[in-house]
């Protein structure tokens, strides 16, 4: 499974960041392996250079599944981690409903 960060200017886009979300995803996607080809992450800081404050900082993650569409989901915190955490979340829930759904055994 290929894990891919982009990130606009104002968020923290570096290695140390791509570390954590490969971690994050890898641990949280690991059962479906698989049937996942890549996740694409994006970072985004809603008020950019602006005072911060809550749900600032938006991650947007997309799951390419073997054989089905893309599977794309949102979430927004006061930083980087806990909005990548919170999108994987919702990712994992996505992916496998999607998965349970077209799975033959059903």
């Known amino acids: 499974m ?3 960060l982009n990130s606009d200017p104002n968020t923290d ?4 960041m791509a570390d954590h979300l ?3 995803v890898q641990d949280a996607m690991a ?7 890549r996740v694409e992450a994006h970072l985004s800081d809603s008020n950019s250079q602006a005072k911060s404050s809550d749900g600032d900082i938006h ?3 997309e799951a390419r599944l073997v054989g089905l569409d893309a ?4 979430d927004q915190a006061s930083n980087a981690h806990q909005a990548i955490e919170g999108a994987v979340r919702k990712l994992k829930r996505a992916v496998g409903t999607a998965l349970a759904k077209h799975d033959p055994r059903s």
């Open 2 to 4: 290929q894990i891919l």
């Open 13 to 16: 886009g570096g290695h140390l």
């Open 22 to 24: 490969e971690k994050v």
């Open 31 to 37: 059962r479906f392996a698989e049937r996942v080809t």
């Open 59 to 61: 991650c947007t993650l």
């Open 71 to 74: 599977i794309a989901v949102k």
